[in-house]
């Protein structure tokens, strides 16, 4: 997470909001959307702090009334207003943002013109743990999509973990764990293989199974309704691991504290 700051054209609107800076946007095609060109990120309220211009704001309202859309009542920008989706929420302009905390926008097209078969796809994004429940995502991802994991949640790829039987060149000890690794700092793909003693006390579907790693912000968030395998553990000064249960699957996540 980071802060990003933002506002509207003329200045006398400006906001901060936290967000990841690899932000996933969703763009309507409603009538209003169509023709401002809004460009959503839903946060939560909470995660939104308006610094000036409140008194600038003007609100316009139609169909429902739920739907709070401010602008700026000197230049007429709408870099912010409360969504009908999410009207516990926050929707940010993406275009409204100021560019130097942001690595990456992925945009996401929402069918607003069919609002009422749709609206739900949205709901959970002003949630403090902005994640859909069961680990499943809203609708089904699109084959050119990246997976929740990355776009939404904020999780990063850091390796994928293969057992192996056979020594390799390289190989690093870790008593702890009963076990040998190789392959991760040399690997441009981040692919670490793993040799595992018959003492490991590593859960017999790790040291079957291959896993993919990601790096999050904040470990017990992102255990928050998983299936561990499993205690967290800290294999070194500074980093904390856990293994969760996904569909058969082990998955690991890596904090990265300061050491």
């Known amino acids: 997470m980071v802060i990003h700051g933002g506002g509207c054209h003329c200045g006398r609107v400006r906001f901060e909001v936290e967000a990841p800076a690899r932000i996933t946007a969703q763009l309507c095609n409603c009538s209003i959307c169509s023709m401002t060109a809004y460009l959503h990120m839903i ?76 609206a739900d796809e949205l709901a959970h994004l002003s949630h403090l743990d902005a994640r859909p429940t069961a680990d499943r995502a809203p609708r089904p991802r699109l084959e050119h999509e990246p997976p929740p994991a990355v776009a939404e949640w904020g999780w990063r ?36 293989w793993m040799r595992f003693e018959e003492a490991s006390p590593v859960s017999e579907l790790v040291r079957t199974v291959p896993h993919i790693a990601f790096e999050v912000d904040d470990l017990e968030r992102a255990l928050e309704g998983k299936t561990l395998i499993g205690d967290p553990s800290s294999p070194s000064e500074g980093v904390r691991v856990a293994m969760i249960l996904h569909n058969g699957m082990p998955i690991e996540l890596i904090e990265f504290g300061e050491p």
């Open 157 to 192: 790829y850091h390796h994928m973990g293969i057992p192996t039987t056979e020594g390799r060149l390289g190989e690093r000890y870790l008593e702890e764990y009963a076990m040998y690794v190789s392959g991760f700092d040399g690997s441009p793909y981040g692919v670490e």
């Open 43 to 118: 946060v939560p309220k909470s995660r939104f702090r308006l610094i000036v211009g409140e008194d600038d704001l003007g609100t316009y309202t139609f169909n429902t009334g739920v739907a709070q859309h401010h602008f700026c009542s000197v230049c007429g920008v709408k870099s912010f207003y409360v969504p009908r989706s999410n009207p516990e929420g926050i929707s940010v302009n993406v275009r409204c943002l100021q560019p130097d905390t942001i690595e990456s926008v992925r945009v996401e097209h929402f069918d607003g013109r069919n609002w009422e078969l749709h």
